[in-house]
């Protein structure tokens, strides 16, 4: 059973530009969750999606955005890319949400620096 | 408010010998607490998963303990090995709100 994949890997982007990054969950999953992790520091939430629709939101400002679509693949949108962007972005999917007790299970990651 | 705070912030150890790290959390209602491991770079890899009824769940050898009372949780790792050096994160799930708390997590560093 293939994992969760996460494309670009790796991402340079300049200030201002926009980044759309794209993950597909293992088969049959429902949730796919996204979380931004920068050096040092631990996950924090972005959202969580659910059977096409966000359940969840953390506290990030509106230039983060993503979508669920009907095969359970997301895709994360930032807008307006600042520096303090730059960070490994994360995604997770389970069979159920995420705070249920199935398992999650994470991709490798996109990388995204930006300058 | 709902926290999860892990202690200690870091550890190093010698490769064989044994160690224990601890998760305190606020988060209630509780449904469940989980254990990560995560490589650098690396997206982390769940060790556990126990919920309200569990007190002692075993991976190999990883050993989490829950104090539902208490409000504590423990991850013992046994006869440490060099690819045990990790970040190590303690998640709570909140049940009413669907949420995950997630510690700042403990980073293990293994010597030779």
């Known amino acids: ?115 | 408010k709902n926290q999860v705070e892990q202690s200690p912030q870091s550890l190093i150890i010698l490769e064989g010998k044994n160690c224990t790290l601890q998760c305190n959390y606020t988060v209630s209602p509780f449904s469940n607490l989980r254990w990560y491991k995560q490589d650098t770079g690396r997206g982390p890899v769940s060790l556990t998963i126990m919920t309200f009824s569990e007190n002692t769940k075993s991976n190999g050898r990883y050993t989490a303990t829950l104090d539902a009372d208490t409000k504590q949780s423990s991850l013992h790792i046994t006869a440490s090995q060099l690819s045990d050096s990790a970040s190590y994160i303690c998640v709570v799930s909140e049940r009413s709100n669907y949420q995950l708390i997630w510690g700042a997590g403990t980073k293990l560093i293994i010597k030779p």
């Open chain 1, 1 to 115: 059973k293939a994992g969760v994949t996460q494309t670009p890997r790796y991402l340079i982007k300049t200030r201002g530009q926009q980044v759309t990054l794209s993950c597909s969950p293992i088969s049959g999953h429902r949730s796919v969750s996204w979380y931004q992790q920068t050096p040092g520091q631990g996950l924090q939430f972005l959202f969580e999606y659910f059977s096409e629709t966000q359940r969840n939101k953390g506290n990030f400002p509106g230039r983060f955005s993503g979508r669920q679509f009907s095969n359970s693949r997301s895709e994360m949108n930032v807008s307006t890319l600042e520096l303090g962007d730059s960070a490994l972005y994360l995604c997770a999917s389970s069979l159920l949400r995420e705070s249920g007790t199935d398992t999650q299970y994470f991709g490798p990651g996109t990388r995204l620096t930006v300058l």
